[in-house]
């Protein structure tokens, strides 16, 4: 987990939806969302109230936007460690290639969970500080 070249080659995958992202400026996620965008990624919100962001529209849960927009290459978390499992087991069964969980969300459970399923496991590191 978090070697250099899964880092590297999970930073290169176009579509990413992002767990927490909402319409609030004062958010990490909103910014790290907008840095995804103009390192040429597709950024979906995964937010309850499915919300318009940065041009792309939210959906409430993995599975809808999975509908909507296809299989998601990366699902990057930005929650509560305690919530954090529920949408690694959810990035699973969507099929995406890769879960990304923000700084200081660590639940290594849910990380072996993930490594289990054949899926690359990114935890407690941020894209935007890795693509900088």
């Given at each position: 987990?978090?070697t250099p070249e899964e880092?590297?080659?999970?930073?290169?995958?176009?579509?990413?939806?992002?767990?927490?992202?909402?319409?609030?400026?004062?958010?990490?996620?909103?910014?790290?969302?907008?840095?995804?965008?103009?390192?040429?990624?597709?950024?979906?919100?995964?937010?309850?109230?499915?919300?318009?962001?940065?041009?792309?529209?939210?959906?409430?849960?993995?599975?809808?936007?999975?509908?909507?927009?296809?299989?998601?290459?990366?699902?990057?978390?930005?929650?509560?460690?305690?919530?954090?499992?529920?949408?690694?087991?959810?990035?699973?069964?969507?099929?995406?290639?890769?879960?990304?969980?923000?700084?200081?969300?660590?639940?290594?459970?849910?990380?072996?969970?993930?490594?289990?399923?054949?899926?690359?496991?990114?935890?407690?590191?941020?894209?935007?500080?890795?693509?900088?």
């Amino acid at each position: 987990m978090n070697t250099p070249e899964e880092i590297r080659s999970t930073l290169t995958m176009p579509l990413w939806f992002i767990v927490g992202l909402g319409d609030n400026p004062d958010r990490d996620a909103y910014w790290v969302a907008q840095t995804l965008q103009q390192h040429g990624r597709r950024v979906i919100p995964i937010y309850p109230r499915a919300e318009i962001v940065h041009g792309e529209q939210g959906y409430a849960t993995i599975a809808d936007a999975a509908a909507a927009v296809g299989t998601p290459d990366v699902v990057d978390v930005f929650v509560r460690a305690d919530r954090a499992g529920r949408f690694a087991d959810e990035a699973i069964a969507a099929g995406a290639k890769a879960v990304w969980f923000q700084f200081g969300v660590i639940d290594h459970d849910a990380a072996a969970r993930v490594e289990a399923a054949g899926v690359t496991m990114i935890m407690d590191r941020c894209p935007k500080v890795e693509l900088a």
